[in-house]
């Protein structure tokens, strides 16, 4: 337990505090909510400036007391805390699979940054990067930035690998423990202060200006606690917080913003389409297997049938304009969501202008696959395909990039999961493909 006179993270803590009740009754109510504690020596290892576990909030007093930081990024960084914890951030950590703590924090705080600029201007001056994703990604949610990153992150390091082999490997010999940040700032267009990729939590993760520029450290829930409870109490905070704000007499437009994502989330791409995939399950009774327990007693009644998914096809756009990567990612996508379906039969088709490959698999094979193609893109042979083989799948994936020809209706389902650095692929795809839904590969 840490031995500290005075207000917990010092006066200048306390200070932020004050004025955040003062100015901000949506933030401040939110963090009386929660417990507030000072890192001790361990914590300060990961503990930089301000971090939430949903329930606690950490204050590193070394940080707060340090007359280099200004009060208003004190306060900034308690508020973006407020944030994490409204949005259940902390909790929603657990459902990525081998989550990148560092990542997950900067993800987070990309998703609140739409409330944060509102609030403090400074927060938007964080990251160029942001700004040049942020027309086009202003409201995605925590999930859907770590996607984005996750990629990022890894095209810098085979960026930085083929710079390793190349004649230039041991000619920047200063970027030893602090290379990697400043690489990582110098892409982004961001000036970098001496020493500023060597903070844990602040090199690929919240590296976006250092302690004191309003970052705060996620945490993972702690432990016995169950995501879901969290996330629910998570969404009371901010129900409770907006009550208090009402109470001054105004609701700020941020509230109202905050508000209504609540009511309407985002979606992530995974989430619909697991939904619409979930959506035509079949199930429900089969004579097929009768039920046994009746059976037993000389009575025949149709036994109950797993939710199932039929008959499943995988289209492959394997033209040129599809990057294996894309493929591969869309593969792993509608396997996970197949995994939870169960589907009776995969059908995997791969084409461009023509179907190079139709092959039937079970519910339990994974596809051995390499890519046959790469020339123009049409969509109708593989529906022409489907129906020449005398099949009728319960719904259709195509992966693509969208830019092909006009295909008719094939009477099934068909989700078009697409992605595309064409500017126009959207508008190509509204234009020609009148059916089915487009869920994009962020």
């Avoid at 361990?42 to 576990?53: E, R």
């Avoid at 705080?109 to 990604?137: E, L, N």
């Avoid at 919240?206 to 109490?233: A, F, I, K």
């Avoid at 394997?318 to 169960?342: F, H, K, P, Y």
Wanted: charged share 25%.
């Amino acid at each position: 337990m840490n031995q500290h006179r005075g207000p917990i993270g010092g006066s200048r803590a306390e200070k932020a505090r004050v004025r955040l009740a003062a100015q901000h009754a949506f933030f401040a109510s939110i963090l009386f909510q929660l417990d507030i504690q000072e890192a001790d020596d361990q914590q300060k290892q990961h503990v930089q400036t301000v971090a939430t576990d949903g329930r606690t909030v950490i204050i590193n007093r070394d940080w707060a007391a340090d007359e280099a930081t200004d009060i208003e990024d004190i306060v900034a960084t308690i508020m973006a805390a407020s944030l994490h914890v409204g949005h259940a951030h902390p909790a929603r950590m657990a459902a990525i699979p081998d989550c990148d703590p560092e990542r997950w924090t900067e993800a987070c705080g990309h998703s609140i940054a739409p409330t944060m600029c509102q609030v403090w201007p400074q927060y938007a001056g964080r990251s160029d990067w942001f700004y040049q994703q942020a027309s086009a990604a202003a409201n995605l949610t925590a999930e859907q930035w770590y996607e984005i990153l996750d990629k990022r992150d890894k095209n810098q390091q085979g960026q930085q690998q083929s710079a390793a082999g190349g004649a230039g490997q041991g000619n920047q010999p200063e970027q030893g423990q602090a290379g990697q940040g400043q690489e990582q700032g110098q892409e982004q267009g961001q000036e970098q202060e001496p020493g500023q990729g060597q903070e844990p939590g602040q090199g690929q993760g919240q590296g976006q200006g250092g302690p004191g520029s309003g970052s705060c450290r996620v945490l993972n829930s702690p432990p016995g606690s169950n995501p879901d409870d969290e996330r629910l109490e998570g969404e009371s905070k901010m129900v409770r917080a907006t009550l208090a704000s009402q109470t001054r007499g105004t609701m700020p437009g941020y509230v109202r913003e905050l508000l209504e994502r609540l009511r309407n989330p985002t979606r992530s791409p995974q989430e619909l389409l697991r939904d619409y995939m979930m959506s035509i399950v079949r199930s429900g009774s089969s004579w097929r297997r009768p039920n046994r327990h009746w059976m037993s007693r000389g009575l025949i009644v149709p036994g109950r049938r797993k939710p199932s998914l039929g008959t499943v096809a995988i289209c492959i756009d394997t033209s040129g304009s599809v990057g294996t990567e894309q493929i591969e990612r869309g593969l792993g996508w509608v396997e996970a969501v197949m995994d939870e379906c169960e589907p009776e039969r995969v059908l995997l088709l791969q084409g461009d202008a023509k179907v190079h490959e139709y092959v039937e698999l079970t519910r339990y094979e994974r596809p051995d696959f390499e890519v046959i193609g790469r020339g123009g893109t049409k969509f109708q042979p593989f529906f022409d395909a489907i129906e020449d083989n005398d099949d009728d799948p319960t719904v259709c994936v195509v992966i693509t990039d969208l830019m092909g020809d006009e295909p008719e209706d094939p009477g099934y389902p068909v989700i078009w999961l697409w992605h595309s650095e064409h500017p126009s692929a959207l508008e190509w795809g509204e234009q020609t493909l009148h059916f089915g839904n487009k869920v994009e590969l962020i």
